[in-house]
């Protein structure tokens, strides 16, 4: 059983902090907190540092990452009261996240230990997260009844998925960095052309990954395109990005596409990740960026569409187009 916190009981006893945000002990059933429980607590806490949150949006978003996962709720909560000035914003919840993303705890090194020791566990996070399958949630299916076990993978009606968006990012970066790691090209010439006087062109950076992706997929079969595409531009986009920024994925499984947004320095850009499944769908995937970017309050967003046909005159293009007084720049690869 994953311990939800970073000591356990034995040694929490002797590390005692002034924090309402610590779980230090093994929880053998579900404990997971509904954004009402989230909201008490924090009800509780603003009673007594008067810091003007609003609660219930607050909690909302916290469970939005953790789907109320304790030992995240509560580190959250401590990065903020601690690390972040109390900042109960938005804002303060993505540091917050930021850090818990960072770290090195218990949770996470028995995550990765699990992945590292289990290919079977390794290729059903795979694709779930980069191919898009529909994979039927079984708990007496052993590897899906193992990730359930570990708190990593959840029934979502009748389908397997990734417990919360906290899980997901960690195993997103560890694919990713996966891939960096045994990557042999430079991206060097492309940073010069895409970070320029402080600011990340994501446009440029797409025409870009347009060419490279060309380059290193020449001669592959579509299997491994439909397999990887996803994982190219992710570990393409990281190293550009890293120090100065990060993205975060929202994943949406069975028509598979990534709603992607990326931070650099103060900028932020939405990017939406799809596969190519006719003029219809692709239509359909400007109506759910357009949805996506007036969500997040954006006027310009991306959309990176990977099309795997073989027809030698299928279009490729990167251009901008106007779509409902919003401006999308749409990719083809």
Request: proline share 2%; net charge negative.
């Amino acid at each position: 059983m994953i311990k939800e916190g970073l000591y356990t009981p034995s040694e929490a006893e002797n590390k005692i902090y002034n924090s309402p945000w610590n779980i230090a002990v093994d929880f053998e059933v579900d404990m997971s907190f509904s954004p009402a429980e989230i909201a008490t607590m924090l009800g509780e806490y603003e009673e007594d540092h008067g810091t003007g949150m609003d609660i219930a949006a607050i909690s909302e978003e916290i469970y939005a990452y953790t789907s109320g996962y304790p030992f995240m709720v509560s580190r959250i909560c401590q990065h903020i009261d601690e690390k972040l000035e109390q900042n109960w914003t938005s804002n303060g919840i993505e540091e917050a996240v930021k850090m818990l993303l960072s770290e090195q705890n218990t949770l996470f090194d028995d995550l990765f230990e699990n992945i590292h020791n289990n290919e079977k566990l390794r290729e059903l996070l795979y694709d779930l997260l980069f191919v898009g399958r529909e994979i039927p949630f079984g708990i007496d299916h052993e590897i899906i009844g193992m990730g359930f076990m570990y708190g990593f993978l959840k029934d979502a009606n009748g389908k397997a998925r990734v417990s919360n968006k906290i899980f997901e990012m960690r195993i997103y970066n560890y694919f990713v960095l996966q891939e960096i790691t045994d990557a042999d090209y430079s991206l060097n010439s492309a940073k010069s052309a895409i970070v320029h006087g402080g600011r990340f062109d994501m446009s440029v950076c797409l025409e870009k990954f347009r060419q490279h992706y060309a380059e290193i997929t020449s001669g592959r079969d579509i299997k491994f395109l439909e397999r990887h595409g996803t994982l190219l531009f992710l570990s393409y986009l990281k190293p550009l990005i890293n120090g100065e920024g990060d993205y975060y994925i929202e994943p949406q499984v069975g028509d598979f596409r990534l709603d992607l947004a990326v931070q650099y320095r103060s900028e932020r850009y939405i990017v939406e990740v799809k596969l190519w499944h006719g003029e219809k769908k692709h239509e359909e995937a400007y109506e759910q960026l357009f949805a996506y970017l007036e969500a997040k309050g954006a006027d310009e967003g991306y959309l990176l569409t990977f099309d795997f046909r073989r027809e030698p005159n299928r279009e490729r293009k990167a251009e901008w187009v106007a779509y409902n007084g919003k401006r999308i720049f749409d990719v083809i690869v």
